[in-house]
């Protein structure tokens, strides 16, 4: 049960909303939290604003921009914002990308259990320290607004396997159907 009387420090307030301190001190002074109480030097934050900073969490993962955020918290009392919070979907779980890899790799497959490459890879490939010259051909794809994904083609089936089913993971985890690919050929070193 969560204490709604115990007032708390900046530090106990951005360690329970799971924000930093320059995100609670942002949000002040843009008007999406209410000033602290207490002086200047020692700042006191109530349950309000703990409720106010989750509901800012769980609303910015819907991709809200912070001005519909604040327009959408302002004049909020308790109850409202606790019916908020409560009625939000919770924040997606963050894996990181080995966890990320883990899931779209076969079962059981590390990187140690790779074949090393064949004499003829090696022998075939660039030395690490060449510069490539001429054109090189990119695949780009769009994942979802604002998120790509950029390849070079190799021809390896098991590598292609694998990039389709981490773009497939990819579109899955962001909520967005395929969209297609979009092809143009990008030059080695453009940026990308």
Do not use: C
Not at 82 to 103: G, N, T, Y
Not at 110 to 130: G, K, N
């Amino acid at each position: 049960m969560e204490d709604r009387s115990e007032p708390m420090g900046i530090s106990e307030l951005a360690e329970r909303a799971g924000v930093s301190l320059r995100t609670v001190r942002y949000y002040v002074s843009e008007g999406l939290l209410p000033p602290p109480g207490g002086s200047r030097a020692n700042p006191i934050y109530s349950y309000e604003h703990l409720l106010r900073l989750r509901a800012i969490r769980l609303l910015k993962v819907q991709y809200l921009p912070l001005t519909e955020v604040r327009n959408r918290l302002e004049g909020m009392s308790l109850a409202e914002l606790e019916q908020l919070v409560a009625s939000l979907p919770e924040e997606p779980k963050k894996d990181s990308a080995a966890d990320f890899l883990a899931s779209i790799m076969p079962q059981g497959l590390v990187v140690r259990d790779l074949p090393a490459p064949s004499r003829r890879d090696r022998e075939h490939s660039p030395p690490r320290d060449a510069k490539v010259s001429g054109h090189s051909v990119w695949h780009r794809v769009a994942l979802a607004p604002g998120v790509e994904l950029h390849y070079q083609p190799t021809g390896d089936r098991d590598r292609d396997r694998v990039i389709a089913r981490l773009i497939k993971k990819a579109m899955d985890l962001l909520g967005n159907p395929p969209v297609g690919t979009e092809r143009r050929p990008q030059e080695k070193g453009e940026n990308l």
